[in-house]
């Protein structure tokens, strides 16, 4: 697979941001200032939405941009999730199910990317499942809470419940792309954050 587009442009470099972005916010939950982790996952959520933003409107949209924009998400995820998991807040069996998720879902990008020759597009599952799984994680930080089931909350459950869609639903569609593929298809016209 060749990735077409710059590596180093504005978006990709707000897309990367988050990563520094979630150690930060991990640091600084690990020293009890929750305001000022919540604050910097907060910039870690807008940064998520501007990047796509940017690109779109100064035409950079980049094959490079499909695959950092999720890859930041999910290393974001799991550095703050496994922090909040060694604090007590959040239990174990929830970090093992987003990180899980993730980890098939980049390996199966890999693979569909391999065979298609252009970056699978996220859905929109995933997107719904990032925005709840940030709301749950700045309540976690704020308002640290067991839960009604095996020490997750209502917000929690919904998260997770989306975390699991979207990984049924980019299965099913990466699937039948792989069906569908006969030869070397266009790149999608839309989709996916950029």
Request: aromatic letters at 8%; one cysteine or more.
């Amino acid at each position: 697979m060749r990735l077409s587009g710059p590596f180093f442009n504005v978006p990709n470099m707000v897309s990367i941001s988050r990563i520094p972005l979630s150690c930060l916010a991990s640091y600084m939950l690990w020293r009890e200032k929750v305001y000022a982790t919540a604050a910097l996952i907060v910039l870690a959520i807008l940064s998520d939405a501007v990047d796509g933003w940017i690109a779109r409107k100064t035409s950079s949209v980049t094959d490079w941009g499909k695959i950092l924009d999720p890859l930041a998400d999910k290393v974001g995820f799991a550095i703050f999730i496994l922090t909040l998991t060694l604090m007590g807040r959040l239990p174990v069996w929830f970090l093992l199910v987003v990180v899980g998720r993730d980890a098939i879902l980049a390996g199966g990008g890999l693979l569909v990317a391999r065979r298609l020759r252009y970056p699978p597009s996220s859905n929109l599952w995933g997107k719904a499942s990032t925005v709840i799984l940030s709301l749950y994680l700045i309540r976690q930080v704020l308002l640290p809470t067991g839960g009604v089931l095996l020490g997750v909350g209502p917000l929690g459950l919904v998260a997770l419940a989306l975390v699991l869609t979207s990984l049924v639903v980019y299965i099913t569609s990466s699937s039948k792309l792989l069906l569908r593929d006969s030869g070397t298809p266009e790149p999608p016209l839309s989709g996916g954050n950029r």
